[in-house]
């Protein structure tokens, strides 16, 4: 029979099985469904979603007939003693039961009304066949039934009880990725057919066991299976997911068998960490050769988070089940099992930045699973606390620290890569609990200038923790408000690593200045109620810069200094006021945009040690006078400096931050206002007995002015209406963190040089012409009073003695206090919880979804143009990607039309159709690739947008490739 015959004959048996009606289970009609089909394109071209579903809804008999065909088949395959073998037990039956599987059961999982269904066929207890009388039928199947009571009788000696289809399945399919001849080569010293060796040399194996394309190929074909299978996740609620559950995956993790436990374990993670793209390049070169084992490396890396990510549902009683894969992952513990891992992670998320740094655009590829690939460091740092410390002890934490950074920057406006950069900021958060991390980033970056465009700092002189600061300082200001989720999390990591930053530079010092100006602004702080926690936590940072490493970090005490008038407006801060200042803003907006150009706004790329910009002259000593924008972005620093930047500012965080946070902003002495918080109880005893309090003048506003007015600005209501009051503002005023920053201007603010005070206008402290420096009992130059503008040369003289004599001022009477009985240092983890974990499931499948959506089949290369953006490359036998979910219900994030990317050279569009097509078809006439795609089929343009966001945060949508991903 030949090709076209073969797949009409297959195509009207497909009609034939949504049309009768119960075909008899011994019927040779089923043994066409693996014999037929040539490709794993013939089954998801010819067996269509409209098929599948109509036999669902209207003959489920026989689709579940078909199921038990299939399963029955490659049960007896697998057990039988020649598979495979071309004439006894042939391998392409084994891998068309396989893709007949593939193919159906997402549109069983789809269907609610098939859920008592569902369970009771896959995962109920049954009957089946005895394996003699298996081998013995020439229709393989379970449960069959024709009918005749006669023959029950006799049946009845024929049958066992066995365990439920599901699990049986599973455990083919595990064995069917350790079967010689079929996954892995025939091996001499072999006893079984079924061998649980490890694929790969790394973790748990020396030596390999050697490969070749096809066994590569089957490998694939039955990981797209059990990922098949596990997929039920896509069809449930992100808030049901991790309390539910998915039986397939609790079944797989929790294997008591460590044999089988270690051996797909160490396949799986030496598969993805061997991987090495670059063992021959010359620019392009990924145009015109498609790598064969990338499918395998994807597949193996996403069943292997699968896995590892799974939270086993509790089942109420006795302990809590054990997720196996993940408890033998946490006890690796030999060195060269954490280089190797390391190194192969490295090498993989460094790729993008390499590609990125290319002269030739587009001559480098980048991988495509470099998210999976953080996904699985973050998994790793989680559960094993020994790789932690060799991360850190071995100082490739600086190396990892740079990598998320590069993919958290180059992601934060791409609204499809929300969930990257935010796990990027919970791996660092991660690192940062450890206190050695924030130790070994006062480490100087001496490596800076080979960083991608994207991520480099021009003329930076600093350390670890300087360019760490500066890039989360960029991710809040630059994200344009797509980032608020993550806002407690990005200041976590400054507050975790706070009390171990020596040597912070002016450029560092400025950024964190800079960030409390903007949330300490009116319409920051009244934007909704739990912003002002952002600004407690950012307060809490900086005090324990000073209070912990304060001889060590002159800059920054220097930029406190320079800040009085924000921060003694902020403990003066009333409803009205803030009010009033956000209607002066919107005036005076609204008057530049009448008459005056815009304000442009510096770039990441501006130079950071010496900046350039200056602020507008325009001061007052309150907040009511604080340029800010309208939108809640960072107005402009409160004192006057030469070196203070125009900022950005975060835009405001949405109420529903304050239920989903991802750090804990916990105190360790919650029960002292937190104005005193560092201040030694002896330090205590001896202020005033009205000090407590830090009086306001104005403090509080008359409810009867308040209700009388009741008008707010239009920005402060853009979030669910949200109304403050004067008691609002009460209830946590008081209690931010100022102690330390106004006793530092008390005791130092009279001293600081003329050129950083304020200007002459400011009724800031000035020091005295021709008076005595009490920190460097050095005199002043005096200057002639017809001057108003200060000596440039003589300002830096004074500002540099300014600086060198801050170390020692430590045994100052206001000062000591604060430096002998610190705040100790405080740990804000990252907190799981249901929701974050419905969120961590759903970005995982978002990852899978989209790598499977473009088709990667083995079409001829003169189809290249339409699928050169396949996500898994397509290999003899089917081992690319084919699209298992598309079309079908999925309910853990919206699936919509995106947009199309724009033309390239793969994909050429318009005018240049007819050059790039012919250059396309000169590199396939090359005849040296393994096809570029050919999946022309698959032509919709497809957004995802996940559920059970942590942190709350909204998303959008972006195109990833050909189709979109938007998480939330």
């Known amino acids: 029979m030949g090709a076209s015959e073969s797949k009409l004959v297959f195509k009207q048996g497909i009609f034939r099985l949504s049309e009768d009606q119960a075909i008899p289970a011994t019927d040779p009609y089923w043994t066409g469904f693996w014999r037929l089909p040539e490709s794993v394109e013939d089954v998801f071209s010819l067996f269509s979603p409209v098929d599948i579903r109509r036999a669902r809804d209207s003959s489920l008999a026989n689709l579940e007939t078909l199921i038990l065909a299939v399963t029955a088949r490659l049960d007896a395959l697998r057990n039988h003693p020649s598979f495979p073998d071309l004439e006894l037990a042939p391998e392409r039956d084994a891998l068309n039961c396989i893709r007949i599987l593939t193919r159906v059961l997402p549109y069983v999982y789809e269907a609610d009304q098939l859920a008592d269904w569902e369970e009771k066929f896959f995962w109920g207890i049954r009957r089946r066949k005895k394996r003699r009388a298996q081998v013995a039928a020439e229709v393989l199947f379970d449960e069959a039934n024709d009918g005749d009571m006669q023959k029950q009788e006799a049946e009845e000696q024929e049958y066992e009880e066995s365990k439920p289809l599901g699990e049986e399945l599973l ?143 509790e089942e109420g009683h006795g302990p809590p089940p054990k997720n196996y894969y993940r408890s033998w992952l946490g006890k690796l513990h030999r060195p060269e099992d954490f280089q190797f891992i390391a190194e192969g992670m490295a090498r993989i998320l460094s790729q993008p930045m390499q590609a990125t740094s290319s002269y030739l655009p587009g001559s480098q590829k980048s991988v495509r699973w470099a998210p999976e690939m953080i996904m699985l460091f973050w998994e790793t740092l989680q559960c094993n606390r020994r790789f932690r410390t060799f991360i850190i002890d071995s100082n490739r934490a600086h190396d990892f620290m740079i990598l998320c950074l590069f993919h958290a920057i180059e992601s934060k406006t791409d609204l499809s890569k929300q969930g990257v950069v935010r796990m990027c900021v919970f791996v660092l958060q991660t690192l940062s609990v450890e206190p050695k991390f924030g130790k070994s980033l006062n480490k100087k970056f001496d490596a800076q200038e080979t960083l991608p465009q994207i991520i480099r700092l021009p003329n930076f002189r600093g350390s670890y923790a300087d360019f760490l600061i500066i890039s989360i300082h960029a991710l809040i200001t630059g994200s344009k408000g797509k980032l608020d989720a993550i806002y407690p999390a990005l200041l976590a990591i400054i507050n975790n690593i706070a009390a171990y930053a020596q040597h912070l530079s002016a450029a560092t010092s400025s950024k964190l200045l800079q960030l409390f100006a903007s949330m300490s602004s009116p319409s920051f702080l009244l934007a909704n109620e739990t912003n002002h926690v952002l600004l407690q936590s950012l307060l809490e940072s900086i005090n324990a810069v000073i209070e912990h490493q304060y001889a060590d970090n002159p800059h920054l005490v220097y930029a406190v200094l320079k800040s009085k008038k924000r921060i003694e407006a902020l403990r003066a801060f009333t409803l009205e006021n803030g009010q009033n200042e956000i209607e002066k803003i919107a005036r005076r907006r609204k008057e530049i945009l009448n008459g005056a150009d815009g304000v442009t706004s510096p770039t990441r790329s501006g130079s950071v040690d010496h900046l350039p910009y200056r602020t507008p002259p325009i001061r007052q000593g309150s907040l009511n006078h604080v340029p800010e924008d309208g939108t809640f972005a960072i107005g402009d620093s409160e004192d006057e400096s030469e070196n203070d930047m125009i900022q950005h500012t975060p835009a405001q965080s949405p109420p529903s931050i304050r239920h989903s946070r991802a750090s804990s902003l916990s105190s360790a002495d919650d029960n002292l206002p937190v104005q005193l918080r560092g201040m030694s109880e002896k330090a205590r005893g001896k202020m005033p007995a009205n000090a407590t309090s830090f009086s306001r003048h104005g403090s509080t506003t008359s409810l009867g002015s308040h209700t009388t007015r009741q008008i707010l600005s239009p920005t402060i209501n853009s979030f669910g209406g949200f109304t403050p009051t004067p008691q609002w503002i009460e209830s946590w005023l008081p209690e931010l963190p100022l102690h330390t920053m106004l006793t530092l201007i008390k005791a130092l603010g009279p001293h600081l040089p003329p050129s950083s005070s304020s200007s002459s206008s400011s009724s800031a402290p000035r020091a005295t012409p021709g008076a005595t420096n009490t920190l460097t009992n050095t005199t002043t130059p005096t200057r002639p009073s017809t001057s108003s503008i200060p000596d440039p040369q003589t300002s830096t003289h004074a500002h540099h003695a300014f600086l060198t004599s801050l170390p020692q001022t430590t045994s100052h009477p206001l000062i000591a206090p604060l430096l002998s009985s610190p705040t100790p240092p405080k740990i804000q983890t990252f907190e799981w919880s249901s929701l974050s974990l419905g969120w961590y499931e759903s970005l995982l499948w978002s990852f899978i979804f989209a790598s499977e959506m473009l088709v990667g089949n083995n079409a001829s290369t003169s189809s290249t143009a339409s699928s050169a953006t396949a996500g898994l490359v397509g290999v003899t036998g089917g081992g690319g990607s084919v699209g298992v979910w598309n079309g079908t219900a999925i309910k853990l994030f919206h699936v919509k039309e995106g947009v199309r990317e724009g033309p390239t050279l793969m994909r050429p569009k318009g005018a240049v159709d007819a050059v790039g097509n012919r250059i396309v078809k000169g590199i396939g006439g090359l005849g040296i690739g393994f096809g570029l795609g050919g999946g022309g089929q698959q032509q919709t343009q497809t957004q995802v947008q996940t559920h059970g966001a942590v942190g709350g945060g909204s998303g959008g949508g972006g195109v990833i490739g050909g189709r979109s991903v938007r998480e939330v």
């Open 171 to 313: 455990d083919t399919l595990t064995d069917l990725l350790f079967y010689t001849g079929f996954t892995i080569p025939r091996l001499p010293t072999a006893k079984d057919k079924v061998t649980y060796a490890i694929w790969q040399s790394g973790v748990g194996c020396k030596t390999s066991i050697g490969t070749s394309k096809e066994l590569e190929s089957n490998r694939c074909e039955v990981l797209r299976l059990l990922l098949t299978m596990t997929s039920k996740s896509l069809y449930l609620s992100s808030s049901m997911l991790p309390v539910h559950g998915v039986k397939a995956i609790t079944y797989l993790v929790t294997c008591p068998d460590k044999q089988i436990v270690l051996s797909v374990l160490c396949s799986l993670l030496n598969t993805v960490i061997k991987y090495n793209a670059a063992t021959w390049r010359v620019p392009y070169d990924h145009v015109v050769w498609k790598d064969p084992k990338q499918a395998l490396v994807i597949y193996s890396l996403q069943f292997l988070l699968v896995l590892l990510l799974y939270p086993v549902p």
